[in-house]
């Protein structure tokens, strides 16, 4: 920045701050107690340097009297060789302790932070090295970046993380370059002329507070508070939404299955009913759905930004969810028969019997939703049942239902159901904890089988 300035006796000064590699190049002298002295061009560089190496912003100020400028907009180019050098100076900005910690988090969820500054390479270096990004002295300039075809650049934002002396031109290649890596890309930006790299991100992440409107409206994701750690709260609830979501998936296709298959083996085989369609619309519409509500209110896993990130268009239902689904269906499908078959050999009723499967297909519902709290973590602990809150609501309203629906007269009339006898009760809830504990060993195998893998590649920054 140059301001032309007249003084008291109508002359002409020149005030110049920039860059110190800049305003350094248009200085031949430097200001002294005695006036204007040659310039020791070497000390300024050396002291430049080390005022970055610390972290230091470094603005470099120089004048020039009598300057001979016409009055005018002023441009690089109108600048004279002759610039005063005033001094410099070092502006120290620390990192935030959350957003230090927020690229520790980013870093262990296995999402890679780069830093893009206009600041001087070595400043850029220091700053992302507090902020545990980069190795503290590697980062490429603007300049480089300008020197550099699409290739190359492609293949050097593979190893570098810092980007300094960078404009918004460059901040689009980089972005371009990146993605070309197949690697999904989030940006931050708060001046107008960022737009078109938000835009060209996968995730345009704008400021709130600093960010212009044009930013705004350009960006998916806004940051209310300017702080690097939202994005960081903003993905660990971006994981835990999705990972409620398949939760509550491979709860009720579960479910579903033994139902369909509890009347389909009926059918083949030829054997009474075990359940009727009155009986299973009760299961789905409430059981089913109460139950399937509380897992969308999970917390996050304590682990969630410790796990590495999903690759992009992965379906939701996996094949460990369709072995899942398999799995546990065919698991619950023994689990009703059993009842069932338990009961018909007491010579019970069908009403009875049926009675039974239902609230045994119900219990067995009560302990997976426990498994289903951790998809592949162990749930055979009394802290892997704490934190959510509707948990025992949830478990407590379809106790009632239950209830309701083998006790109440109205409800047996209509579903056909009998009152169970209270001695069979510990026998339905030993069968749904032997179911539990088939699902927990199902786990651990595959958390053996998964730590025998070797880690995936990383692939998303």
């Known amino acids: 920045m140059a301001t032309l300035n007249e003084a008291a006796d109508g002359g002409q000064f020149l005030l ?3 860059a110190p590699e800049v305003i350094l190049e248009h200085c031949d002298r430097q200001q002294t107690k005695d006036g204007p002295q040659p310039i020791d061009l070497a000390h300024f560089l050396k002291a430049s340097d080390q005022l970055a190496a610390q972290g230091e912003r470094v603005l470099a100020f120089a004048w020039l009297d009598h300057p001979g400028l016409a009055e005018r907009n002023l441009s690089p180019a109108d600048l004279p060789k002759t610039l005063v050098l005033l001094g410099l ?15 520790k988090e980013c870093h262990a969820g296995g999402i890679r932070v780069t830093m893009i500054t206009g600041d001087h390479r070595i400043t850029a270096a220091a700053i992302a090295k507090m902020l545990g990004i980069g190795d503290g002295t590697t980062a490429l300039t603007g300049v480089e970046i300008e020197a550099m075809d699409n290739a190359t650049l492609q293949e ?3 190893k570098v993380d810092v980007f300094a002396r960078a404009s918004p031109e460059h901040k689009l290649r980089l972005v371009k370059a990146i993605q070309a890596n197949n690697q999904v890309v989030a940006m931050t930006g708060d001046g107008v002329n960022d737009a078109p790299a938000l835009k060209k991100a996968d995730i345009g992440v704008a400021m709130g507070i600093k960010g212009t409107e044009v930013t705004k409206e350009a960006a998916e994701m806004v940051l209310a508070d300017d702080n690097f750690a939202s994005i960081t709260a903003a993905v660990r609830e971006g994981r835990t939404v999705y990972n409620n979501i398949e939760k509550a998936i491979l709860f009720m296709l579960p479910t579903n299955v033994a139902q369909a298959l509890v009347i389909m083996v009926a059918i083949l085989v030829g054997f009474t009913m075990p359940i009727t369609a009155p009986q299973v619309l009760w299961v789905n519409m409430v059981t089913s759905v109460a139950l399937g509500l509380v897992i969308s209110f999970e917390p996050h896993e304590l682990d969630v930004m410790r ?17 899942r689904v398999i799995f546990v269906g065919l698991s619950l499908l023994a689990l009703t028969l059993w009842a069932f078959f338990w009961m018909k050999a007491q010579d019970a009723p069908d009403e009875l019997a049926r009675t039974v499967a239902v609230n045994t297909l119900t219990i067995g ?37 239950q209830l309701l629906f083998t006790y109440a007269l109205p409800l047996q009339d209509l579903f056909g159901t009998m009152a169970i006898p209270l001695r069979i009760w510990p026998w339905l809830f030993l069968g749904g904890f032997v179911f539990f504990l088939v699902v927990e060993a199902e786990k651990w195998i595959i958390r053996r089988w998964r730590a025998s893998r070797p880690a995936p590649a990383l692939a998303t920054t």
């Open 365 to 401: 519902q009560i302990f997976y939703l426990l498994n289903t709290r951790y998809l592949v973590d162990s749930s055979l602990s009394i802290t892997a049942h704490l934190g959510n809150r509707y948990l025992p609501m949830g478990i407590g309203a379809v106790v009632v239902l």
């Open 156 to 158: 050097a934002v593979r």
């Open 16 to 18: 110049v701050k920039g």
């Open 89 to 103: 100076v070092g502006l120290l900005d620390p990192p935030r302790k959350e957003a230090i910690e927020a690229v």
């Open 307 to 323: 796990r590495p990130p999903g690759v992009a268009g992965r379906p939701i239902l996996t094949r460990f969810g369709i072995w």
